[in-house]
């Protein structure tokens, strides 16, 4: 027998494989090997272990007539024969074939060495099958073939690898081969052996160098579940993610972690008492817990990262936790295929175009368009022909078995997953809508039921009741024209910020905090500092929602940090103007828990709001929670480009306790970088705006405030709605004014109210005022972003 290494050699260590082995070893246990022998002074630890070659499958694929076996029912498919009697036929072939006796010997010496470097007697494996086609380098082959984990022994490790083998036939990767044309012979399988990482006794999880749903390149995203990694791939389970912005990565000092949710994670995969695994419910406290702290998920985005930069693309990575030494281990690595593909330059939309009812399911959106179709409700696999093209398929989980009819599908719903689930992964590869994780789609959806899957909502994805109405447009970035006025995003959900990153925005002219307030933290923040003004009841129920926390403000503080961040990051290193909080005290009496800290106001749009809350003793504890968030998104994650914006600020006195609040609280204009903008919404900003310009850094004009002050008109008022006008000469005489009076303070001057992105005449004449910039809804960015452009031709001209 040959020596493990040398090119004849049917087994080689990981240590003796690289990138250039791919058509040797298949694209895993190659980049096993890459991963290993350059990335371990990275600091990245891969498993140790082996691989069986492709030439080692060919030489069993020769003996005993075999090959031709294959070729015959192979020729019987073509002829008309059912893909599963083919498949069947051709897995009990290679499952009956021996293995030869040189291979046997080669894998035995190979496990027994791997058990002398590790000082242990049979140890557990994770066996892998990693398929390869040498003269097929555009070939994908992930997830076709099985993996076996908890293999101990000789004999159990020789009948997984046969097993292996005989995955290379399954149906869905006999109909993959078929339906791109590829020779079902030219490819091979090589089987990968590593010691097994005791996730079982910890967790696992999977890592892509980029979002998976939007393609935002600046984060690393992090899924994780207890227990072995196979429940979330396959998508049994709805795991913890944790989002890691990579330009604060590389500094130490700063914290990266942008994003934390924690998942239901309700089972998990352990080893089995008599090999192999089994699935059991997760304990409530491991439900409710994080899977990694803020340093393994440093640790894991940092190897990720390296790994990202080694290959020269984005990545996608499967890690796990050994529960016995807690040490961290990558188990796969390869190319993201998905996002990484999409052209950059092109923009896909969809929206719902009219009033929707509200939906029957929810869950997480995958995807950015829109399906419809009957409802299709499966517990299992179906012939194809027992799936009607365009159906919305509904079921508990997929697994590759699944694949041929969500190939069929319009949309899909799943019970259970997150976004690195089966479903998940397979729906982009697609390009078909989904919504995973929705937990009783099941039982809420009927066959039959036209529905429509919307993923074009931000990250929840919500199911609704008919074939509703909506638009798709595309819209190719390149040829939008550059302009001198800025044009820049209005931004609310953080969940949907990353869906924007490729347009060429100029930044963020409006962060809403009440949107991440009402929908992130849910609660009135001095609920949560003073429970005991609360009745029984919403007590109880904030108690269940800050689980975990045992200073209820930092509840408040981390969510709103995370919300800010999100959105700051999509823009980066582009400013992102941040408004602190502007409720009206009826909108804030809605907030869990806030009706015994908000007054009754006969008309509240013009009542106790904006900066006379933030140094009142109504409020003031309030606001410092605000402030907390901006100084930790800023200072401890280092998003400096979030410039803090103050609304309806009425009088010079008030700017200056609301400036000099935000300075206790650790917020100093200037410090750091920090600007501090005004809303310029109250004529008083507009006849004193000298005065304001040397208090603050620049004005934002809300032009629906600034016209209902101007014209005496309740803007809700429907019985003057028709003279309610952004256009009235009072209201551009006020705009006229302030750009000028700004301009000659050295401040600039931006709109960030809804007209633009309605009205291309109003954007013209905010181009004529000479405003710096205009904020707008990121769906109307391209079409404002060229009347802007024509608009300053004229001026040219």
């Known amino acids: 027998m040959s020596a493990i290494g040398e090119p004849q050699s049917r087994v080689v260590p990981l240590t003796a494989l690289g990138r ?4 040797r070893v298949g694209g895993k246990n190659a980049s096993l090997g890459e991963l290993t022998t350059r990335l371990g002074a990275s600091g990245v630890r891969v498993p140790p272990g082996f691989a069986t070659t492709a030439d080692a499958y060919r030489e069993l694929l020769a003996g005993h007539g075999l090959r031709a076996a294959v070729e015959e029912r192979i020729g019987r498919l073509h002829d008309g024969a059912p893909l599963e009697e083919v498949g069947a036929g051709i897995r009990a072939l290679l499952l009956a074939e021996p293995l030869p006796e040189s291979l046997r010997d080669e894998i035995a010496g190979a496990y027994r060495r791997l058990a002398e470097e590790c000082g242990r007697a049979d140890p557990d494996v994770a066996v892998r099958s990693s398929a390869t086609a040498e003269d097929l380098p555009e070939a994908s ?4 073939q099985e993996t076996y984990l908890n293999v101990r022994g000789v004999d159990r490790l020789l009948d997984a690898c046969r097993r292996c083998y005989a995955s290379l036939f399954t149906d869905r990767a006999i109909d993959y081969r078929e ?4 020779d079902h012979l030219a490819v091979a399988l090589s089987v990968g052996v590593q010691l097994m990482v005791r996730s079982d006794l910890a967790g696992a999880g999977v890592a892509f160098t980029l979002d998976p749903e939007s393609g935002f390149p600046e984060v690393v995203v992090i899924s994780a579940a207890r227990g072995l990694g196979e429940t979330v791939v396959s998508g049994e389970v709805d795991p913890d993610e944790y989002t890691v912005f990579k330009p604060s990565l590389r500094d130490p000092s700063l914290d990266p972690l942008i994003h934390l949710g924690i998942g239901a994670k309700r089972v998990k995969a352990v080893y089995a008492e008599d090999g192999l695994t089994r699935t059991v419910d997760t304990p409530d406290a491991e439900r409710r817990t994080r ?9 894991l985005a940092e190897w990720a990262v390296a790994v990202e930069q080694h290959y020269g693309c984005p990545m996608d990575l499967e890690w796990a936790k050994d529960g016995r030494t807690g040490e961290l281990w990558i188990v796969q690595a390869r190319p993201e295929t998905v996002q990484s593909r999409r052209r950059a330059t092109t923009l896909r939309h969809c929206r719902l175009s009219a009033p929707v009812p509200g939906p029957l399911v929810e869950g997480i959106a995958v995807g950015e368009a829109i399906g419809q179709g009957p409802v299709v409700a499966l517990d299992a696999p179906v012939d194809l022909d027992r799936f009607p093209p365009g159906g919305v398929l ?7 078995d699944w694949e041929p009819v969500m190939k069929r599908a319009s949309a899909i719903v799943t019970d259970h997953g997150g976004r690195t689930s089966h479903a998940a992964i397979v729906s982009r590869e697609l390009g078909v809508p989904a919504v995973v994780g929705t937990g009783d789609g099941t039982r809420l959806l009927h066959d039959g039921m036209p529905v429509t899957v919307s993923c074009a909502e931000g990250e929840h994805g919500r199911v609704y009741e008919g074939a509703l109405p909506y638009e798709e447009t595309q819209t190719d970035l390149a040829d939008l024209p550059s302009t001198r006025t800025h044009v820049m ?8 910020a990353f869906r924007w990153w490729r347009l060429p925005a100029d930044g963020v002219g409006l962060a809403r905090l009440e949107f991440i307030v009402a929908h992130q933290v849910k609660v009135h923040p001095l609920a949560l500092l003073h429970p005991e003004r609360l009745d029984t009841h919403d007590r109880h129920l904030i108690e269940r929602l800050t689980e975990g926390y045992l200073d ?4 408040f503080v981390d969510r709103l940090a995370q919300g800010i961040a999100r959105i700051a990051a999509s823009r980066w290193p582009a400013p ?3 408004r602190t909080s502007d409720f009206k005290t009826n909108e804030y009496a809605k907030l869990l828990g806030g009706r015994p800290f908000e007054p009754d106001e006969a008309n509240p749009m013009i009542g106790w709001r904006g900066a006379s809350r933030y140094y009142s003793p109504g409020y003031r504890e309030g606001f410092a929670l605000e402030c907390r968030a901006l100084r930790r998104v800023r200072d401890e994650m280092g998003l400096t480009n979030v410039v803090v914006m103050i609304p309806f600020c009425r009088t010079l006195g008030e700017a200056d306790r609301v400036l000099g609040v935000m300075a206790e609280e650790g917020l100093v204009r200037g410090e750091n970088g920090l600007r501090v903008y005004v809303m310029a919404e109250i004529p008083a900003n507009i006849i004193l705006a000298e005065e304001f310009a040397a208090r603050f850094d620049g004005f934002s004009i809300g032009s629906n405030d600034l016209t209902q002050l101007t014209l005496g008109i309740d803007r809700d008022s429907e019985a003057l709605a028709d003279v309610f006008d952004e256009r009235d000469p009072a209201v551009v005489r006020s705009i006229e004014v302030l750009a000028a009076r700004a301009h000659a303070a050295g401040r600039p001057v931006g709109l960030c109210g809804q007209r633009p992105s309605d009205d291309p005449g109003f954007t013209a004449l905010l181009v004529r005022a000479r405003l710096d910039s205009i904020s707008v809804t990121p769906d109307s960015f391209p079409a404002v972003k060229r009347t802007v452009a024509e608009a300053e031709s004229a001026l040219v001209s």
């Not at 082959?141 to 076709?144: E, L, T, V």
């Open 552 to 555: 209820r403000g930092q509840y």
């Open 576 to 578: 992102v103007i941040v």
């Open 291 to 299: 899977v990694l702290d803020d340093a393994e998920v440093r640790v």
């Open 179 to 182: 339906r791109l044309g590829y």
């Open 394 to 400: 509904v079921t508990a989980v997929t697994d590759p």
């Open 20 to 23: 250039q082995d791919v058509g």
């Open 141 to 144: 082959f992930a997830g076709q």
């Open 489 to 496: 995003l209005n931004l609310a959900d953080p969940s949907a």
